[in-house]
């Protein structure tokens, strides 16, 4: 098992840059896929991006591609979203999540561990 905990969300003006890491408990980190996901108010939770146990592939979503990166140090268990040029579209709460296995395909579903969520919030 693996326990998620999320920092580094806050207010920023658009154009602006945040850092959201995650922590992790437990000693078999590095054996899990790690994703970010995000939930704005009255909207389904989607997927933001996601790093494979190595750290050597990431997928983005469409809609941050370019401006956000995740990475990972499987030494200190832990997963960060840089996430740069906000806009208020990126406004959400984001939450972090491990699964087990890598599929081609994107699912929710495939992740059975989640964080509490860290809330950002991008004014114009």
């Known amino acids: 098992q693996v326990q998620l905990v999320e920092s580094g969300g806050g207010l920023v003006q658009a154009g602006g840059s945040l850092s959201l890491s995650c922590a992790a408990s437990?000693?078999?980190?590095?054996?899990?896929?790690m994703g970010w996901f995000r939930q704005a108010p009255g909207k389904e939770r989607e997927f933001v991006a996601r790093i494979s146990w190595s750290g050597s592939t990431t997928n983005y979503a469409d809609s941050v591609k370019g401006r956000f990166t995740i990475s990972r140090d499987n030494a200190k268990s832990s997963v960060t979203l840089l996430m740069n040029s906000l806009k208020p579209e990126d406004t959400a709460v984001y939450y972090c999540?491990?699964?087990?296995?890598?599929?081609?395909?994107?699912?929710?579903?495939?992740?059975?561990?989640w964080g509490q969520g860290t809330q950002v919030t991008v004014s114009s």
């Open positions: 437990g000693r078999t980190f590095n054996r899990y896929t």
């Open positions: 999540a491990a699964a087990v296995s890598w599929r081609d395909r994107i699912s929710r579903s495939d992740y059975g561990y």
